[in-house]
């Protein structure tokens, strides 16, 4: 591991998710975490539209290792008169500093003016939204270009990095052309080089770490920043620098 660097990963989940083997269980979450050097996991509930379930499901996951993990908020536009309060309570009331967002769980993609309340909201609040983006028309990162410069205070963050090469591309184009784009790192769809196109073509302070734990484990998933071949300093910001100044910690 990188000697002086807080390990954030930025990207986790609480809930259980049978057909894929997910269950979120903090013991074997927190070995993996240990056995890795990852000090910090954000997750966050996606599979109840209302919101308050799937925050509370969070907050209350958290409360038993408020340490080492991160709640972030998840809102549906399937639900729109939530949205807002439901964000609000979040934020304010649960103190959770970001937002996530689940396009797949939806009917409409991401650009589109269902989704826009919450970048809003967003925007007025200075806040990071992680978005689970892939090749699906839902999710597509170049998304991501037409929102990012109507929100200049809020951030946005392409979940998977769009996950193959063509919205990955999508990514990338999204973060060379505006500046409160990043990219986070978790996937299975990945060959040797990834990281590195993601540094060289985006810059190490655009990239995250993320796992998707416990969907994934996260030691393989650190494991392509950590033997990456790019800088320590770019494996500092990777693993952590970047999610601390979008996180405000």
């Not at 993601?198 to 655009?206: K, S, T």
């Not at 494991?223 to 996180?247: F, H, M, P, V, W």
Request: hydrophobic residues 40%.
């Amino acid at each position: 591991m990188i000697d002086g660097t807080q390990v954030i990963d930025y990207h986790g989940h609480v809930g259980r998710w049978d057909p894929l083997g997910m269950k979120d269980d903090p013991k074997l979450m927190l070995h993996a975490m240990d056995s890795a050097g990852i000090d910090k996991s954000c997750v966050f509930g996606i599979f109840h539209p209302d919101g308050t379930a799937s925050n509370d499901q969070a907050a209350h996951f958290i409360a038993q290792h408020p340490d080492r993990f991160i709640g972030f908020a998840y809102v549906s536009p399937m639900m729109p008169e939530r949205m807002i309060p439901e964000l609000t309570r979040a934020i304010d009331d649960l103190k959770f500093p970001a937002i996530k967002l689940y396009p797949p769980y939806t009917l409409w993609p991401f650009n589109q003016p269902q989704w826009h309340p919450i970048y809003e909201f967003a925007d007025e609040r200075g806040l990071a939204v992680l978005f689970h983006t892939d090749g699906g028309e839902l999710s597509r990162p170049r998304h991501l270009s037409e929102i990012a410069p109507q929100y200049p205070n809020a951030n946005f963050v392409a979940g998977h990095a769009g996950n193959v090469i063509e919205p990955r591309t999508e990514a990338i184009a999204a973060a060379q052309a505006h500046p409160n784009v990043y990219l986070e790192t978790c996937s299975t769809y990945r060959t040797p080089g990834v990281i590195e196109q993601l540094v060289n073509e985006a810059g190490a302070d655009r990239v995250l770490f993320g796992s998707d734990v416990p969907l994934m484990d996260p030691r393989p998933q650190i494991g392509k920043i950590i033997t990456a071949d790019i800088s320590d300093e770019a494996k500092r910001l990777i693993l952590g620098g970047n999610a601390r100044r979008l996180l405000r910690i």
